[in-house]
T-cell receptor
Framework: DSGVTQTPKHLITATGQRVTLRCSPR?????VYWYQQSLDQGLQFLIH???????AKGNILERFSAQQFPDLHSELNLSSLELGDSALYFC?????????????FGPGTRLLVL | GENVEQHPSTLSVQEGDSAVIKCTYS??????FPWYKQELGKGPQLIID?????GEKKDQRIAVTLNKTAKHFSLHITETQPEDSAVYFC???????????????FGTGTRLQVTL
């Protein structure tokens, strides 16, 4: 158990809908990262938040957005969903100092868009 | 941007044998190289990592080697056991918390099967 929690574990929805994925980092970690894992793209970095502020964006679609709240939990919002958005979505957390520390991954949310 | 290649994509070994997985990276500025193990239905779990100021690191049956000149790093698992069966990912990052330098770029994964 990494100490990172994600909800829900599974999500089934229809095209065009909007969903919110939630992540709670390990106690004391200030950085939260979101990754998408799909069969054709592998594990891809989406976005990084540090202590409530966006630090870096990767290959994140404009239909996707995220935020990190004062209690450090994070939410990833996916809107206007398409079939191709079906994937596993992981969040990871790290202490978040100047140097990059180990990123600990949560169990993921499996999203299926029908 | 960084590109990480990983080989082989599948690897089958007998219990007790050694397994080696190799990765190459493209960005010479990368200096942090973690390895993750992912079991079915679970998130990636860090098993070992290495930074560029170190050439080799060991943790019991697992070792990682890094050749910065050639830009490649390898995972070595000795005395493999059935519970080592999983998908293994290598990754690389620039190792500092600035911009996208903190992100991990992953290899495509190796499915390791340890047979009895």
């Amino acid at each position: 158990d990494s100490g990172v929690t994600q909800t829900p574990k599974h999500l089934i929805t229809a095209t065009g809908q909007r969903v919110t994925l939630r992540c709670s980092p390990r106690s004391g970690d200030l950085s939260v990262y979101w990754y998408q894992q799909s069969l054709d793209q592998g594990l891809q970095f989406l976005i990084h938040y540090y202590n409530g502020e966006e630090r870096a964006k990767g290959n994140i679609l404009e239909r996707f957005s995220a935020q990190q709240f004062p209690d450090l939990h994070s939410e990833l919002n996916l809107s206007s969903l398409e079939l191709g958005d079906s994937a596993l979505y992981f969040c990871a957390s790290s202490v978040g100092g100047r140097a990059v520390e180990t990123q600990y991954f949560g169990p993921g949310t499996r999203l299926l868009v029908l | 941007g960084e590109n990480v290649e990983q080989h082989p994509s599948t690897l089958s070994v007998q219990e007790g044998d050694s397994a080696v997985i190799k990765c190459t990276y493209s960005d010479s500025a990368s200096n942090y190289f973690p390895w993750y193990k992912q079991e079915l239905g679970k998130g990636p779990q860090l098993i070992i990592d290495i930074r560029s100021n170190v050439g080799e690191k060991k943790d019991q049956r697992i070792a990682v080697t890094l050749n910065k000149t050639a830009k490649h790093f390898s995972l070595h698992i000795t005395e493999t056991q059935p519970e080592d069966s999983a998908v293994y990912f290598c990754a690389a990052s620039k190792g500092i918390n600035t911009g996208t330098a903190s992100k991990l770029t992953f290899g495509t994964g190796t499915r390791l099967q340890v047979t009895l």
